[in-house]
């Protein structure tokens, strides 16, 4: 028999099959709907009361043993640093070390940098006539901040440390720099990072080319896929902010204006080096475009202190002497560095007359004719410039150069240079030894670099730019001065010391450059003016090295100083540096009294028989009989059932055998349990039962650990301020 609701034949009563329903479909849509949702708000509600279960158990554990514990730690460490901050222990031995080791650091990270700087002021080695204003200006290079590229297979926490010790050496250096000599200008030479050339651009195609695969080392190889996926320019840009926060935040620490007499300071480091474009015909074209982006035209002139200074990007120039030239299209490479040199003279005479009417009070700018004109029949012919012709004065000239200019194998750098020292001359001989090549820069090359330019590179750009008294290089990060040939007009040439400690040179430096050269109102020198307008002195920094094995001797004596110390404190009876320990109350689960009888199985009480004189056969080690009130307990007078089972079971607590609770017990005395194993103090030195070997090696840990997690303290807060 069908179902009430039913026709028979298992459709609704209404004789239509469900399909052909619409009310019946959609109320069975709707009834799953609202099943799916039950389901969910279930294991919704199933999901929020385990979390609430679990929330208030932390909240009990928190309120109850939690927070117990918390206020033992808390006690436990207030007793602690109230035991630590006595007059006794804070002048002991092991501080007073600790303040030498302070001294030795403040030294060794901070005031070594300031006396190194102060040495080389301006007074101790300019001589220009009395009354004189000389432009002061410094040469820093090859600073090439550490990055990935540098240490590759250096482990993470060394490499780290590197970048940090290395960039602290650099910030306190360069802010003594402003602080102490407060430089007019100062001047990058290039190399401004390590692995610039490395890190991907946000466009452009920065695979190596196909006829350079293989050129690269391999261990460089082996990481390429791992940097191209990892460093691009969101790193690069990371790397440009950190540069700037060693070099470009301590700018106004120099002060917001110039010396007397100069028209204004200036920080140029536009320079590239090989580290940040590459070098030749492998120079990366996106990544020049990028550096030129955020440091300015690496091809430029400036008028500086009334000489002109001509940078030219000479890693991207030597492209147009490269063995790959006819083979590849290098003119994207070389190109820029090439139509500025065609120009560069012109460049010049309009940089001086802008200079001299700036002396003069005269408008800098050109002042243009204000007319109309047909296009077809203007006139550009004479338009006005700033250019005054060839036969214009003209300021002696400084050209600066990443890489050193071309000079012969052998060609001595001179006494300032550190790798070698020049070969001792033979007898008779009053000239330096030629070739000598150990004092020399090493004439060759490799992948993305050279280590001097090309002969027609050098000649290319001396002729070029005209009037070159002197030239500035960076690259071989030690130090050179050489006077090159005639074919090269004899000019002058510093190759600057790297700022970093981190470039194989022990001692870094920067170069420091005093400019005199006073003019007239055409830009003439004025009758008088001293026959070299240039002086130089090179600036030598603190050596890391030195400085860290120092901290290693130090180290060492302090480490057996400490030693000797605690083999003297109980031979000597000093004062010792080690705290006893923290004894805490027993246990609970141990009896502090023990019945003087104990029943039987049939509640019957026997005695219990002492083991000796004075002693009972308890395994404690000291007990005494009470027979009334004892120690931290209170006797109870009740009387105690025969026929009924103490609930100290075996041992009776409160139990005796007569019923009248006066029986005599014995009682764990506290003192007689801990002082078997508490040492006690007798003299400030010596101890009653402590070894002398455990005393000297307790002594020896404590005031060690002591020192090292103190200095090690101070030393990471001078890193971590810079």
Not at 698 to 717: D, I, S
């Amino acid at each position: 028999m069908a179902p009430p609701y039913s026709n028979g034949y298992g459709y609704p009563s209404s004789g239509l099959p469900p399909s052909s329903s619409p009310s019946y479909d959609y109320g069975y849509r709707s009834n799953n709907h609202n099943t799916n949702n039950a389901e969910l708000s279930s294991i919704c509600d199933d999901i929020l009361s385990g979390v609430r279960v679990m929330l208030e158990q932390l909240w009990g554990y928190i309120n109850g043993p939690g927070r117990q514990m918390a206020w033992s730690l808390a006690m436990k460490g207030a007793y602690q640093l109230k035991r630590n901050l006595t007059r006794r222990r804070l002048l002991s031995f092991p501080h007073l070390l600790v303040v030498l080791w302070m001294l030795v650091m403040l030294w060794g990270e901070r005031w070594v940098f300031a006396s190194r700087v102060r040495s080389c002021d301006w007074d101790h080695w300019e001589d220009w006539p009395v009354g004189a204003t000389p432009h002061r200006l410094i040469f820093v290079a090859d600073p090439q901040i550490i990055d990935p590229h540098s240490y590759p297979g250096r482990p993470w926490p060394l490499n780290p440390l590197t970048v940090l010790i290395t960039d602290n050496y650099m910030r306190r250096s360069y802010r003594q720099l402003q602080q102490v000599l407060h430089p007019d200008t100062v001047f990058f030479l290039g190399d401004l990072f390590d692995g610039g050339r490395e890190w991907k651009t946000a466009t452009g195609d920065f695979n190596d080319p196909k006829w350079a695969k293989g050129h690269r080392p391999a261990e460089e190889q082996k990481h390429l896929k791992e940097w191209h996926r990892k460093y691009g320019d969101d790193f690069w840009l990371r790397e440009y902010g950190r540069f700037g926060k060693i070099f470009y935040d301590p700018w106004n620490i120099g002060g917001v204006f110039p010396s007397a007499g100069q028209r204004g300071r200036k920080l140029i480091s536009s320079l590239p080096g090989n580290h940040d474009l590459g070098f030749g015909a492998e120079v990366k074209v996106p990544a020049r475009h990028r550096f030129s982006a955020y440091f300015g035209e690496t091809n430029r002139v400036d008028v500086i202190g009334n000489h002109t200074f001509v940078s030219v990007d000479t890693v991207s120039l030597s492209a147009d002497t490269s063995s790959v030239k006819d083979q590849v299209d290098l003119q994207p490479i070389y190109g820029p560095a090439q139509e500025f040199l065609k120009g560069v003279k012109a460049t010049k005479r309009r940089a001086v007359q802008k200079e001299v009417r700036f002396w003069r009070g005269d408008v800098e700018d050109l002042t243009f004719e204000q007319k109309v004109e047909d296009i077809e029949n203007a006139d550009f012919s004479n338009l006005p410039t700033l250019d005054p012709g060839e036969n214009a004065p003209d300021f002696p000239t400084i050209l600066l150069t990443h890489v050193p200019l071309h000079r012969d194998p052998g060609t001595p750098c001179g006494p300032l240079r550190e790798h070698w020292p020049p070969a001792k001359p033979p007898k008779g001989q009053a000239g330096p030894v030629i070739p000598d090549h150990r004092n020399a820069i090493s004439v060759s090359g490799g992948y993305q670099y050279q280590n001097v330019l090309n002969l027609d590179d050098s000649i290319k750009l001396i002729k070029s730019i005209g009037n070159v008294i002197h030239a500035f290089s960076g690259d071989d990060h030690d130090y050179c001065e050489v006077v090159h040939t005639p074919e090269q007009e004899n000019v002058r040439e510093i190759t600057v010391k790297s700022l970093s400690m981190a470039m194989g040179v022990p001692t870094p430096g920067f170069q420091m450059v005093s400019l005199y050269n006073p003019i007239d109102a055409q830009g003439n020198p004025l009758p008088g003016t001293p026959k070299t307008t240039l002086q130089t002195h090179l600036c030598l920094l603190s050596q890391q090295l030195s400085t860290f094995m120092t901290y290693a001797v130090l180290g060492v004596l302090s480490v057996l100083i400490l030693i000797v110390r605690a083999f003297l404190v109980p031979i000597l009876n000093l004062q010792p540096f080690a705290l006893d320990p923290i004894h805490h109350s027993p246990s609970a689960v141990l009896p502090i009294f023990k019945a003087k009888t104990e029943a039987d199985e049939n509640g019957s009480a026997r005695d219990i028989k002492p083991t000796s004189s004075g002693t009972s056969s308890s395994k404690f080690p000291s007990a005494r009989v009470s027979s009334a009130r004892t120690r931290g307990q209170s006797i109870s007078n009740r009387p105690v059932s025969p026929n009924s089972n103490a609930k100290g079971g075996k041992w009776g607590w409160g139990q005796n055998s007569s019923g009248n609770g006066r029986g005599p017990r014995i009682e764990i005395r506290r003192d007689a349990y801990y002082d078997e194993w508490k040492p006690v103090t007798r003299g400030p030195g010596r101890r009653r039962n402590g070894n002398m070997l455990e005393i000297v090696g307790r002594e020896a840990w404590t005031t060690c650990w002591r020192v090292v997690w103190m200095v090690l303290g101070f030393f990471a807060w001078l890193a971590y301020k810079g």
